[in-house]
């Protein structure tokens, strides 16, 4: 039997492709998702892509009797990687409450089980928002937090802060967060990858609606901004490589080789590019001419923020490997394959 780990939130995004991952290096996965932005058919695609279907527990986390429940049942769990939340920032704003209650209840049943069934392993799904704008770049995990600019922000700058209380009187418990900055992109196989529900917040999910003709123009929020082309700059991460730095976090942890109990690590490329970059190196890499226009700035929006990725790349051992280009044309490819275009 391999080492088990439990992924909260499995059928999202990151977990899915952190799954593959996970299978790939070993591990025996089981997912808990309750659905509520994905798919069970990510199940099936996972199992295309490993040729091993994961365990499937299907129930929202703020349900703590069925917690305990799946961890009378699995109870070999060795880590949990806890993706499970609500991310959308623009959502966050509307409904603050609904936020709060389930991303960090979410995580404190996740933590009252880790006690009650000796489980010692965590790699929290953290994020660049914690940094709000930063005075100075590129940002390093020193860099001081600020106040988030989003209740879902500041949802992940409270779950570091409780995770930091409880690694402090529990101390069979370890945990290592990961601060993403933009995940971005698809498998390669395209059988998984984003797939926002309604219109999408984000920047390259719209660009690849936009191009499939689902969105009629791309707004970019900006274009008169303290930058080189004036739109805002952002540090995008490919979402496979994302995925590995999970499984090396994981490594880590169970190889008990991390240095603190509580870790942390920007997970970004280090390299800043612009809205209007994206864009463009989007227009090359598919041969796909974008409609799009120049709008008002975003409420909210960061000006620029990107990763030093010194700690990642040497204490971590993690590099980001794929090109943005590349990494535009596996979220085109799947476009295309979830349009059948
Ligand atoms: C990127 C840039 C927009 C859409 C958020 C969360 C972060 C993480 C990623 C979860 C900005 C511009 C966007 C559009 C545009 N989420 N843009 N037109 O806001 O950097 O980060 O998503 O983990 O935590 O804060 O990402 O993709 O929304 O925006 O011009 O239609 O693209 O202004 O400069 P963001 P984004």
């Not at 529990?170 to 698809?186: D, M």
């Not at 920047?203 to 690849?208: D, G, K, Q």
């Not at 010194?310 to 280009?325: D, F, P, R």
């Amino acid at each position: 039997m391999g080492r088990q780990v439990l992924v909260t939130g499995g059928t999202g995004y990151i977990g899915s492709h952190t799954v593959v991952e996970l299978q790939a290096a070993g591990y025996d996965v089981v997912i808990i998702d309750d659905l509520s932005n994905s798919t069970a058919e990510v199940i099936d695609n996972i199992e295309k892509i490993s040729g091993i279907r994961p365990a499937f527990e299907e129930f929202n986390l703020l349900n703590n009797v069925q917690l305990e429940a799946f961890f009378e049942k699995y109870s070999d769990i060795d880590a949990i990687i806890h993706f499970a939340a609500f991310k959308a920032v623009g959502e966050s704003v509307a409904k603050p409450l609904s936020y709060y209650r389930n991303n960090l209840v979410s995580l404190m049943n996740i933590l009252d089980c880790m006690s009650k069934y000796h489980v010692s392993n965590l790699v929290f799904s953290s994020s660049c928002t914690v940094y709000g704008q930063p005075d100075q770049l590129p940002v390093t995990e020193n860099t001081p937090k600020k106040d988030a600019e989003s209740p879902y922000g500041n949802t992940k700058a409270i779950s570091e802060e409780i995770l930091r209380d409880v690694v402090q009187v529990t101390p069979q418990v370890n945990v290592i967060a990961l601060r993403y900055f933009n995940p971005i992109g698809a498998h390669p196989t395209s059988l998984i990858g984003e797939l926002p529900r309604g219109v999408p917040g984000n920047l390259v999910p719209f660009i690849t609606q936009t191009a499939a003709g689902i969105r009629q123009q791309l707004s970019v929020f900006g274009d008169d901004y303290d930058t080189p082309d004036g739109s805002n700059i952002r540090d995008y991460i490919n979402v496979v490589d994302l995925a590995k730095a999970h499984v090396i976090a994981i490594d880590r942890l169970i190889n008990k080789t991390n240095a603190e109990r509580f870790e942390f690590f920007n997970i970004g490329t280090g390299k800043g590019v612009s809205v209007l970059e994206v864009v463009h190196t989007f227009e090359e890499a598919t041969g796909v001419k974008l409609n799009y226009k120049i709008v008002d700035r975003r409420p909210g929006d960061v000006v620029k923020i990107y990763a030093d990725t010194t700690i990642a790349n040497t204490v971590l051992g993690w590099k980001a490997e794929t090109s943005l280009a590349e990494t535009l044309l596996s979220a085109w490819n799947w476009e295309k394959s979830v349009r059948n275009l």
